[in-house]
């Protein structure tokens, strides 16, 4: 069900952040209990023989394939876009990953590397993971991403404003965040993890789509609790009712911790159950994983050949 106030309000409720405190807080509460057993439902379906082949094909092509590490190279880079381009090179009917993702000094090398591939560059931005630092700062981190080639912004929120009930200041920074990609798409990252409460999840999943979000995304993958199957459900049930009351669809990726292809397809199945086809193309939904394309390949070979290969291996986050 659209969740209230209908459509020609929303236009009011940024305005001040008194107005945008009492549509935040006036969200229904999220029963906690409820979410964690839907999750756990949705779970335990099982896909079997073309639909598994079907699912694996499709998880692959959704995979934000990621290197985030202080001892990045421009070789490291370069040899996980063309893992990108070419997963399986053994098998030339393995879909391509949805994007590479980089710190923004590396976007360029992966905009290289990529050309011609249609596979998209994302760059994290706005001093990831923490996000301690300074607009300007974030604006400029940004606009340097962009510049090189990035395709694709991943921004962390301000955790600590957001917990102080600075709401408006956090509206504004992904406004402002959100200008400077330009074409660039945005996900924002709310670090799940450190909100402490689903309420806190669902408030920041409205107010970061009210601020032009193009993509709602989980965690940075650098602490301890990322991506999980509730948290990652809060946002497709946020996405679903925003698009219900505006019209407008905003796009869902949970990362950090999803590494078996039997994890991946519990998340598609709840895609598929929660927000349905419109939502089941690497345009609305991603994966922020690395380690998890070389389970998927195995899974994929198996079914093909009826038997395992060895791991093959790429960065982990």
């Not at 030339?92 to 596979?119: F, H, N, Q, W």
């Not at 912004?153 to 992904?174: K, P, T, W």
């Not at 049930?237 to 505006?246: C, G, I, N, S």
Request: charged share 25%; net charge neutral; proline share 4%.
């Amino acid at each position: 069900m659209p969740l209230s106030p209908p459509q020609n309000a929303l236009a009011d409720v940024t305005a001040s952040d008194a107005a945008l405190r009492r549509f935040l807080h006036g969200l229904p509460g999220v029963d906690g209990v409820g979410l964690e057993a839907r999750a756990a439902a949705l779970g335990t379906r099982s896909i079997k023989t073309t639909a598994k082949a079907y699912a694996i094909d499709l998880a692959i092509s959704m995979i934000d394939l990621t290197t985030l590490e202080g001892a990045d190279t421009p070789g490291k880079v370069r040899s996980l876009s063309a893992k990108g381009r070419a997963p399986d090179p053994t098998d030339r009917e393995t879909p391509r990953v949805a994007a590479i993702c980089v710190y923004p000094d590396m976007a360029g090398v992966a905009k290289a590397a990529l050309e011609g591939s249609g596979v998209k560059v994302a760059s994290v931005a706005t001093a990831f993971p923490a996000g301690r630092a300074a607009l300007p700062v974030k604006l400029a981190d940004t606009r340097d991403a962009v510049a090189a080639g990035a395709d694709e912004i991943d921004m962390v929120i301000d955790r600590g404003a957001f917990l102080s009930g600075r709401y408006l200041q956090v509206l504004e920074e992904i406004r402002a965040v959100k200008e400077a990609c330009g074409a660039a798409r945005l996900k924002v990252i709310f670090e799940t993890g450190e909100l402490s409460t689903y309420d806190n999840i669902r408030r920041v999943s409205w107010l970061a789509m009210l601020a032009g979000a193009d993509f709602v995304k989980t965690s940075t993958g650098k602490v301890a609790v990322n991506a999980t199957p509730a948290n990652t459900l809060l946002l497709m049930e946020a996405v679903r009712d925003f698009r219900a009351t505006t019209g407008v669809q905003v796009g869902v990726k949970p990362a950090g911790g999803i590494r078996t292809t039997k994890d991946a397809i519990k998340y598609l199945v709840m895609v598929n159950e929660t927000l349905g086809d419109d939502w089941l193309s690497n345009h609305w939904f991603r994966f922020g994983a690395s380690s998890l394309l070389n389970d998927l390949l195995m899974q994929r070979q198996k079914l093909r050949t009826g038997r395992y290969s060895g791991p093959d291996y790429v960065t982990v986050d």
